[in-house]
C-alpha cells in the first residue's frame, strides 16, 4: 500500500509560480512511475505530467508543456510539480498518482494509488 500527500497548492496571480510536493510512504518509492493530474470544477480529470521509475523519462500535456516541471527524489520519497507562468484555466484540484507500470503514463487507469489533492487557484 502506498499514501500519497499532496502539499503546495494555494492562490497565486497569473503569472505566478507554485511547486506542488507529493509525499509519499513505503519504501519503494523508487518502483513507481509518478504522475500529476488535476480536476476543475464540471471537467473531468485529465493529465498534466508524468515521470518514469528512474526519472530518466518525463510527459507533459500539451497545456503545460514549456511551464510545468516534474521531477522526483528517489531519496526523500517525493515527486514536485513546478508550476510557472500560471494561467487561470490552470486552476484545478492536483493530484498526485503512482504506478507499478512504467509506459502509458498519460492514462489515469495505470495508476494504482491516488493522493487526496490540493486546491490550485490561479486569479487573472
Known amino acids: 500500500q502506498v499514501q500519497l500527500v499532496e502539499s503546495g497548492g494555494g492562490l497565486v496571480q497569473a503569472g505566478g509560480s507554485l511547486r506542488l510536493s507529493c509525499a509519499t510512504s513505503g519504501r519503494t518509492f523508487s518502483s513507481y512511475a509518478m504522475g500529476w493530474f488535476r480536476q476543475a470544477l464540471g471537467k473531468e480529470r485529465e493529465f498534466v505530467a508524468a515521470i518514469s521509475w528512474s526519472g530518466d523519462s518525463t510527459y507533459y500535456a500539451d497545456s503545460v508543456k514549456g511551464r510545468f516541471t516534474i521531477s522526483r527524489d528517489n531519496a526523500k520519497n517525493t515527486v514536485y510539480l513546478q508550476m510557472n507562468s500560471l494561467k487561470p484555466e490552470d486552476t484545478a484540484v492536483y493530484y498526485c498518482?503512482?504506478?507499478?507500470?512504467?509506459?502509458?503514463?498519460?492514462?489515469?487507469?495505470?495508476?494504482?494509488?491516488w493522493g487526496q489533492g490540493t486546491q490550485v487557484t490561479v486569479s487573472s
Open positions: 498518482a503512482a504506478s507499478r507500470i512504467n509506459r502509458m503514463l498519460q492514462t489515469a487507469s495505470v495508476y494504482a494509488y
